[in-house]
């Protein structure tokens, strides 16, 4: 959030004649060129915006891909990259090889041994340690709730029921006030301190402004203690998230979750998400005064289904031709490779890119049997 002064102001007008500039160039490069389509990186900021924009004054298709799941992939699609749309069948089901293969991948994640985008973002995890233990015994329940960074691209997507996940935390923290006998952990995402992307606005930095921590039944879990979210989802009556992806890992782990923001995995029936903000309250203290949450087995099988989905039909490899850098967390340069190795006939990753930007087909890799 920017301060309502003259310097953001100033800011704001440089932004604006930047993207003007910008227009005039790729409106010249596309009456130049006449290009049978346009690819943009997720197309939700400056300057990738601006030329999806101007593209769509000239009627060209316009697709754009973000980061995948999966080391060193990406996702296409001619919608919203960030909001991720997916087509699942609706009689997709997992065979129990590709079962196999699922639980294989999330018994390395639960472990805390993956990346994303090329960030390795734990470099150790450890479990909960005796005095936290205690701690959780002392109340009548534990509820996790993990947070999101502000600056993630899923976040416009996901401001439905509140206008940013700042409101939804101060929201939660009056709530805690009201339940003494709850444990609540708020646990931070572990990308706000990422050395060179460092989030300007962070739940710590919440946290801190909000003397958040002066509640007796509140733990705030920062950035950078490496201890194992899994571990304290398997102790949590139900698990509290904005759109974060451990939402969907804690339905496949079997634990009731309560969802504030349309996340990737909302498309399918998931998570507990309430479609408006006074029902998402109603059922926080639902599930507070409740014994026991439901556990919905829809959820679990459907969040197995999306998980795996996304993973092996939707992230579309490129690790033939990059590998981190080795210097900054999430930069990549490139292999050393032959051009014939970026022909659509030597690559399926490269195959499925051609036939979906020349061909209009959707960009998925064949699923495994």
Not at 94 to 112: A, I, V
Not at 220 to 232: G, L, R
Not at 281 to 289: D, I, K, P
Request: hydrophobic fraction near 40%; include cysteine.
């Amino acid at each position: 959030h920017l301060e309502d002064n003259e310097d953001t102001r100033i800011l704001y007008r440089y932004f604006i004649l930047s993207a003007y500039k910008v227009a005039r160039q790729f409106d010249l490069l596309l009456k130049e060129l006449d290009p049978d389509s346009v690819m943009v990186f997720n197309g939700m900021q400056f300057p990738e915006a601006t030329a999806k924009w101007v593209a769509g004054l000239h009627d060209i298709p316009v697709y754009s891909y973000e980061a995948g799941i999966r080391p060193f992939s990406a996702f296409f699609t001619e919608g919203e990259a960030t909001a991720y749309p997916v087509n699942i069948p609706t009689d997709f089901e997992l065979t129990p090889e590709q079962n196999q293969e699922l639980d294989d991948y999330l018994s390395k994640r639960f472990e805390g041994n993956f990346s994303m985008a090329g960030v390795q973002f734990w470099p150790e995890m450890s479990g909960l340690d005796d005095a936290f233990l205690d701690k959780i015994n002392s109340f009548r329940q534990v509820v996790p709730i993990f947070t999101n960074v502000i600056f993630d691209t899923s976040q416009p997507h996901a401001n439905v029921l509140y206008p940013h996940m700042f409101d939804w935390l101060d929201e939660v923290l009056e709530t805690a006030k009201g339940h003494p006998e709850t444990l609540f952990v708020i646990r931070a995402h572990p990308d706000e301190i990422r050395p060179g992307k460092a989030s300007r606005e962070s739940v710590a930095g919440w946290v801190r402004d909000r003397h958040a921590e002066s509640l007796p039944n509140l733990v705030f879990i920062n950035s950078d203690q490496y201890f194992s979210s899994y571990e304290m989802i398997q102790r949590a009556k139900f698990v509290m998230i904005y759109n974060s992806t451990i939402g969907m890992e804690a339905s496949i782990l079997g634990k009731p979750v309560l969802c504030a923001g349309k996340a990737r995995f909302t498309q399918l029936d998931t998570v507990y998400f309430p479609q408006s903000r006074p029902e998402y309250l109603a059922q926080l203290e639902e599930f507070l005064a409740a014994d026991e949450v439901p556990v919905l087995p829809k959820h679990q099988e459907n969040a197995r289904r999306f998980l795996y989905f996304q993973l092996y039909h939707t992230s579309l490899p490129f690790d033939r031709y990059i590998e981190s850098d080795k210097i900054w967390p999430g930069f990549v340069r490139l292999k050393e490779f032959n051009l014939q190795d970026l022909l659509p006939e030597n690559s399926e990753t490269l195959k499925v890119v051609s036939e979906g930007l020349l061909e209009g087909k959707e960009f998925l890799l064949p699923l495994n049997k």
